[in-house]
């Protein structure tokens, strides 16, 4: 069963930074998870929402500001290029991309780190928007794509084959053990998210279930 950490680590250090990153990497995951927008310049950066909270208490729509105007008030803020840089093939990376996000300055950037040395067994894209995601597979048919499901798994098959993705991320609220057995014999993959016990995962990996989406890899650490 693959091990991804969540946002980096989430549980043990602040979300979709360098910092949770490394946590999850020093915990002997598989892959790192983490959500991606495009700022003003067009840098792709690390971040859930869509805006940042100032210092002030304001929030910055990060398409709307710059690098250097959210590093004035997210010194931690981490840019996509730096992830893969740091990362330097300890794990792979799966990269959310937000809805609305502009995708060509990530597909640009991660196609440079594709000539450089990454390969594409390395890294996936995933998104909760299926436009997105036709636009990724129009736009970089070789880059992998996961479809991010919340609870239906009919749409969540529907959502695959449209994409030609490899598999689908879903909210592991609604998964049981027969639907992890039919997506198995479907032949796609299962990420369920976001699953910090280990025992239920460990009882569903016998059923198929792939990869296991958490905020606490230190609790999967054999």
């Excluded at 730096?82 to 990376?93: G, M, P, S, T």
């Excluded at 198995?184 to 976001?194: F, I, V």
Aim: charged share 25%; proline share 3%.
């Amino acid at each position: 069963m693959i091990i991804i950490g969540h946002r980096g680590a989430r549980g043990l250090a602040a979300e979709n930074t360098i910092a949770s990153i490394d946590a999850a990497i020093d915990h002997k995951v598989n892959a790192v998870e983490f959500d991606v927008h495009v700022t003003k310049d067009l840098v792709p950066v690390l971040n859930h929402d869509d805006t940042i909270v100032s210092i002030d208490g304001h929030k910055l729509v990060i398409a709307n500001s710059s690098l250097v105007e959210l590093r004035a008030q997210k010194p931690d803020i981490a840019t996509l290029d730096e992830v893969f840089i740091n990362v330097n093939h300890r794990a792979n990376l799966m990269i959310e991309i937000k809805s609305s996000t502009n995708i060509d300055s990530i597909v640009a950037l991660t196609r440079k780190f594709l000539k450089n040395g990454w390969t594409t067994d390395e890294l996936c894209f995933c998104s909760k928007n299926q436009s997105t995601l036709v636009a990724l597979y129009k736009s970089a048919p070789e880059i992998p794509r996961v479809v991010i499901e919340r609870w239906s798994g009919v749409k969540a098959h529907f959502r695959v084959r449209q994409v030609h993705a490899k598999g689908a991320s879903m909210n592991q609220v609604w998964l049981w053990w027969g639907f992890v057995r039919s997506v198995k014999t479907s032949g796609y993959e299962l990420y369920a998210y976001t699953l910090n016990d280990p025992k239920k995962a460990r009882r569903w990996a016998k059923y198929g279930l792939t990869a296991v989406i958490t905020d606490f890899p230190d609790r999967f650490e054999e």
